[in-house]
């Protein structure tokens, strides 16, 4: 059973940092590409990174581009997402997700950013 | 970048009646390699999105056949033959033949009447 398990959310003042991990399992890891897909309270999807199988390819939103870094390490199953200079708008549930059409979806990780 | 634009964005369906959701985009979706990146989600209350359709008809594993997909090009629609309980929820189309910049659609909540 593929399972995709999201942590490292919390609440964050503005410009500070956190770190969301992905474990993975069920499935080889090394061998598909993983996203990261936001949505703030009460609004819609927002694709927000991705990144390929070996780390060959790595995308961001325009949104997020410089202050996030994707990374993914295949020994370990698991993705991350480093997250700097944190907004206000940056405040929502974080998914994983597995593969370019998304097909399989962790369970998220709040974030809040507020002083 | 590609927009994504749903209608309706909000339906109220009879249980058993059918039910059609609507997704344009705003460039076409057939890549060169022949497929159609278009895909139907499914975000129940309290839940994560679900992958209902993939590339504009599929069905992914475990999906009730009462959920069809068709279009191509840049009109797509998604439909549900008879509406159940537990279809409630929000639909989002999406598109992935433009990486890195996947969009979704805003959304149709769907409640049953």
């Known amino acids: 059973e593929v399972q995709l398990v999201e942590s490292g959310g919390g609440l964050v003042k503005p410009g500070g940092s956190l770190r969301l991990s992905c474990a993975a399992s069920?499935?080889?890891?090394?061998?598909?590409?993983m996203n990261w897909v936001r949505q703030a309270p009460g609004k819609g999807l927002e694709w927000v990174s991705s990144i390929s199988s070996s780390s060959s390819y790595i995308y961001y939103a325009d949104s997020v581009k410089g202050r996030f870094t994707i990374s993914r390490d295949n020994a370990k199953n698991s993705l991350y997402l480093q997250m700097n200079s944190l907004r206000a708008e940056d405040t929502a549930v974080y998914y994983c997700?597995?593969?370019?059409?998304?097909?399989?979806w962790g369970q998220g990780t709040l974030v809040t950013v507020s002083s | 970048d590609i927009v994504m634009t749903q209608t309706p964005l909000s339906l109220s369906v009879t249980p058993g009646q059918p039910a059609s959701i609507s997704c344009k985009s705003s460039q076409s979706l057939l890549h060169s390699d022949g497929k159609t990146y278009l895909y139907w989600y499914l975000q129940k209350p309290g839940q994560s999105p679900q992958l209902l359709i993939y590339?504009?008809?599929n069905r992914f594993s475990g999906v009730p056949d009462r959920f069809s997909g068709s279009g191509s090009g840049t009109d797509f629609t998604l439909k549900i033959s008879r509406v159940e309980a537990e279809d409630v929820g929000v639909y989002y189309c999406?598109?992935?033949?433009?990486?890195?910049?996947?969009?979704f659609g805003q959304g149709t909540k769907l409640e049953i009447k």
């Open positions: 069920g499935f080889t890891f090394s061998s598909y590409s």
């Open positions: 590339e504009v008809s």
């Open positions: 999406m598109q992935s033949i433009q990486p890195p910049m996947y969009t």
């Open positions: 997700a597995r593969r370019r059409g998304p097909d399989y």
